[in-house]
């Protein structure tokens, strides 16, 4: 493994997805990340749930078996029934950082998109992961718009 610098190291960015043995991002096999923060809002966005510059809570109706469990759990009031659906205010979400509404759902009608990686973590992942690149393998950094992380994303390039 390459040794980076220890800020360099630490130094954090936030990742919704990572997939490993990607064939469909590049050539040969490779690890695909998946990084978070998306300036633009287009209709056809394949990856709606990398928009955000951090991690974020996702609601899904097709998961949610409406018990109503978040409601009673979220601190912000941030969840209401209107004409039998949820409704989340969206910005008392985003500025929750406990995200407990998450927590109590059984079902995964709510989930979090995204967490914060360190470089140093992903150097970790890649140096497993190496060997089942094969030659014309490696790493693809997908979005979101992946630079707008590239102070995340430099060190990762230059190793």
């Keep these: 493994m390459i040794m980076l610098?220890?800020?360099?190291?630490?130094q954090k960015g936030v990742v919704f997805s990572i997939q490993s043995y990607s064939v469909h991002d590049g050539p040969g096999a490779r690890t695909t990340v998946f990084l978070s923060n998306c300036p633009l809002r287009c209709k056809w966005c394949c990856n709606p749930e990398?928009?955000?510059?951090?991690p974020v809570m996702l609601h899904s109706t097709v998961k949610c078996v409406k018990c109503g469990a978040c409601i009673k759990a979220c601190p912000h009031a941030a969840i209401t029934v209107q004409?039998?659906?949820l409704v989340f205010d969206r910005e008392k979400c985003n500025a929750c950082h406990t995200m407990e509404c998450v927590a109590v759902c059984l079902h995964e009608g709510n989930s979090i998109s995204g967490a914060y990686y360190t470089v140093g973590e992903l150097m970790q992942r890649f140096s497993r992961e190496r060997p089942y690149w094969g030659d014309g393998g490696g790493v693809t950094f997908s979005g979101g718009e992946p630079l707008y992380q590239?102070?995340?994303i430099l060190p990762l390039l230059k190793a």
Excluded: A, H, I, W
């Excluded at 610098?5 to 630490?10: A, C, N, R, T, Y």
């Design 5 to 10: 610098k220890e800020s360099v190291d630490q």
């Design 50 to 54: 990398g928009l955000f510059d951090k």
């Design 83 to 85: 004409k039998g659906e």
């Design 150 to 152: 590239k102070n995340f």
